[in-house]
């Protein structure tokens, strides 16, 4: 008889998992353990709480826990941790807050997700030094910054000793943000909406790495006109400061702050699977296949900790985006449900809003990265309007196209605008999954309207100048 399907892990990919197992299966035990108290919540848009945007962090839940309960019927279980798997006898240690116990399973979900990366600076540990990976790091940062106090219940480990203590400090003037990435754009933005003097430090030569030099070099030069200082090409050494953080030092240069955002990345959570024998792949993520599963049977892993295939390398690559975990996640759901689904290939198609641009990227971006997966790129930049030119209100669009000179496939493209630009991209991405030639992507038959594109829309018109360098 077949044991419960366990999930270790309750955000996007463990509840995706959990909801479409329950679903097709209704008669099977399914189990999740989260160890916060978070479940089912929009990482992504924390950055936009800390802004003002978001009012609440309870407007970021997607579904509650007690809904997955009562509505769902998944036995979900916060606040409990699983620290270790047993392959050999099908089971998992929780330690939940009535104490130890073992969990049996018939097959396990390792959906841990990904942690944020806290370099060894010299004052990491200085009040006033955050980091920005769930509900509770923004509520602090919002309170840090003197703001209101959200409207939902907090966790009891420590945070209401901190928001007093924030509450009663001098509100900040000063703000380094440590990274140029995802999370380093964003919090610039939200931290200048509150009217801080932002400093963001990135220690290679441009910001958005994955999203090429060109787009980044508009994106920097607009920064600049958000009052942003940049400091590229900067190692930050550490913090300063006594007991709170008041300056960032790099090199020969100290930025006086009152706050500082540690925005470099993630690492995928890999402890516990490593523990249990489960196999990491080149990345250092979970290796899977292409139903989620891992060298054991009976266990899979998605969502930030696990690595996916690429859809123009046919490689393995970790790329954590939210989509990707919850399409794995209901994939594998379906799967242990008994209808075997794959859960798909990425293209690592991602987009960010940098205060008043658009930038957005999938597949292979610069050349040098295409040239390391084996193939011969060349590639174009182009600038187009985003509307008809005698229709108002439009806004240019540049655009990097990249294709490969010998097989004169589409391998990715990077675009940034002020407007148009996320839905654009949309256009590459789905080029790259049915593997289209540049040639193939110019003929594509796009809708035209003057309030939404020229006749030739920038994708097009960007694919037949690459066709014709090609």
């Known amino acids: 008889m077949e044991g419960p399907f366990v999930i270790v892990g309750g955000d996007a990919a463990g509840m995706s998992a959990a909801s479409k197992a329950k679903r097709d299966d209704p008669d099977r035990d399914v189990v999740v353990f989260e160890k916060g108290e978070w479940v089912s919540y929009a990482a992504c848009g924390l950055p936009y709480y ?56 018939g097959d396990l979900l390792i959906a841990t997700g990904a942690q944020a990366i806290v370099p060894p600076f010299d004052g990491i540990d200085l009040d006033g030094v955050f980091t920005l990976h769930n509900m509770n790091e923004a509520a602090q940062i919002r309170h840090y910054l003197g703001l209101d106090t959200p409207t939902v ?59 090429g030099a060109e787009a980044a070099v508009v994106v920097e030069e607009h920064l600049r006109e958000q009052g942003v200082e940049l400091h590229l090409d900067t190692a930050v050494d550490g913090m300063v400061g006594d007991e709170h953080v008041e300056a960032i030092a790099a090199g020969d240069l100290t930025v006086p702050v009152d706050l500082a955002l540690v925005g470099v990345g993630v690492a995928p959570n890999t402890e516990l699977a490593e523990a249990a024998g489960i196999e990491l792949g080149p990345t250092g993520a979970i290796a899977t296949d292409e139903y989620g599963r891992t060298n054991d049977e009976h266990v899979y892993a998605a969502g930030d900790n696990a690595e996916m295939t690429h859809v123009v390398t046919g490689d393995p690559d970790h790329v954590p985006l939210a989509l990707s975990a919850n399409r794995a996640g209901r994939a594998i759901g379906a799967t242990v449900a008994g209808d075997p689904t794959p859960v798909g290939e990425i293209a690592g198609t991602a987009a960010v809003k940098a205060f008043d641009l658009e930038v957005a990227r999938t597949g292979l971006v ?28 439009g806004e240019e669009i540049q655009i990097t196209l990249l294709g490969d000179r010998e097989g004169e496939r589409v391998l990715g493209a990077s675009m940034v605008g002020r407007e148009g630009v996320p839905k654009r991209i949309d256009t590459v991405a789905t080029a790259l999954h049915a593997g289209l030639t540049v040639q193939q992507l110019s003929y594509l038959d796009l809708s035209y309207a003057p309030p939404f594109s020229p006749v030739w829309d920038p994708v097009l018109t960007a694919a037949k100048v690459l066709d014709g360098k090609l």
């Open 366 to 393: 610069d050349e040098e990265t295409a040239r390391e997966a084996g193939f011969d790129p060349v590639s174009v930049t182009i600038t187009a309007e985003s509307r008809a030119h005698y229709y108002p209100g």
């Open 153 to 211: 219940n907090l966790p009891e480990s420590g945070y209401g000793e901190a928001a007093t203590e924030y509450a009663a400090a001098e509100q900040p003037d000063a703000v380094a943000v440590i990274g140029g990435g995802y999370v380093g754009i964003e919090m610039a933005e939200a931290f200048a909406a509150h009217g801080l003097d932002v400093h963001l430090f990135e220690m290679l030569p441009h910001t958005l790495q994955p999203f």
């Open 50 to 105: 800390v802004k003002g945007d978001v009012e609440t962090l309870d407007d970021l839940v997607t579904v509650t826990p007690e809904a997955f309960v009562e509505e769902r019927g998944i036995d979900l279980r916060t606040n409990h941790e699983v620290t270790a798997v047993d392959r050999a006898d099908r089971t998992v240690t929780v330690a939940g807050p009535d104490g130890e116990f073992e969990q049996a399973y």
